[in-house]
């Protein structure tokens, strides 16, 4: 099946720093990634929608300055954390969707970045 | 985008078959109905998708009643590597669909 990786798998920042998580789709296009946001115990919040070549679109709660998304390629998304602090740290899931297989519903989920802010 | 009810959790032994389901009483004429599979620290698995009746493949069944507005995950013969919390997901698959996640179902298999 369709792979997307995440990158990196794990990260520790010092609080105001910004991290940058990569999210590719290895073998397949895909013109929407999602971005989620997960905390332990608890469920997939979906944090925003990122659109290739457009603004990405966020949800409400979402702080659009805080957490930048850029969708440059079809393969490529990425998703910065500015100025971040203990209570960002958390695990970061994206996801993506094969458009070449016109019959294919599946979501393809990458792997997860834990990101700790100190 | 139709709300999902799960079951917090559930406990079962190596070898039984174990039934999940979701309720989605406000299911629209064209979602789809899909289940992942989360592991600790691992982005969610997809296992099946339907949309009406029975689908099966390798890992799972899924069975849809008639009026849609509940589905339930079969797992047939779960193991210890089945432990893991499972998500029902309705949308309207393809480019508009959005995946929306609930609280999803903790199994718990014990041996």
């Known amino acids: ?118 | 985008l139709a709300k999902t009810t799960q079951p917090i959790s559930m406990d079962s032994y190596e070898g039984q078959e174990v039934n999940i389901t979701c309720s989605h009483n406000n299911i629209a004429t064209n979602d789809y109905i899909t289940w992942y599979q989360q592991f600790p620290s691992q982005g969610p698995r997809f296992i099946i998708q339907g949309y009406k009746t029975k689908v099966t493949n390798e890992v799972a069944s899924l069975f849809i009643p008639a009026d849609r507005k509940s589905s339930t995950l079969s797992l047939p013969r779960v193991s210890l590597s089945d432990t893991a919390v499972y998500y029902c997901l309705v949308g309207l698959s393809g480019g508009s669909y959005i995946p929306t996640f609930g609280r999803g179902t903790s199994l718990i298999v014990h041996p």
């Open chain 1, 1 to 118: 099946g369709a792979v997307v990786s995440q990158h990196p798998s794990r990260v520790i920042c010092k609080s105001g720093t910004s991290v940058k998580i990569e999210c590719r789709s290895l073998d397949f296009q895909a013109t929407t990634m999602f971005w989620y946001r997960q905390f332990p115990k608890q469920s997939l919040m979906l944090m925003a929608t990122s659109n290739e070549g457009s603004k990405a679109t966020y949800e409400q709660g979402v702080e659009k300055d805080k957490f930048l998304i850029n969708h440059a390629s079809l393969t490529l998304s990425t998703l910065t954390v500015t100025s971040a602090h203990p209570e960002d740290s958390s695990f970061y899931i994206c996801s993506a969707r094969d458009l070449g297989l016109a019959h294919s519903y599946e979501q393809y989920f990458g792997p997860g970045t834990r990101l700790t802010v100190t």
